[in-house]
């Protein structure tokens, strides 16, 4: 049977932030762009479904970017400090059968 790839991504970041008051206040604070604070996990850790993966910030909130499924992580493509935008893939996870 073939490895199931499931990846971690940010979402959309201008959906989590909420309403905004103008097209100005979007743009001056960088909604649909976020830091990454922590991350928890390195390549061929365990994580669970769930499972807190990281940490990221901008100037709308903290977000939690959970686990969508449980197996081990297979790749992490960013760090911490970097920018991310909505829709970055974070890392993959090759999922348990």
Not at 34 to 60: H, K, T, V, W, Y
């Amino acid at each position: 049977m073939k490895d199931v790839i499931v990846e971690i991504e940010i979402p959309d970041l201008a959906r989590l932030a909420g309403p905004v008051e103008t097209p100005e206040e979007i743009n001056a604070n960088g909604i649909y762009r976020a830091r990454i604070l922590d991350l928890g996990f390195e390549a061929g850790d365990r994580i669970d479904e769930g499972e807190l993966f990281a940490l990221i910030s901008n100037a709308f909130g903290t977000y939690e970017i959970v686990a969508p499924a449980s197996g081990r992580i297979a790749e992490v493509r960013r760090e911490e400090g970097d920018t991310v935008l909505s829709e970055t893939v974070l890392a993959t996870i090759e999922v348990d059968e």
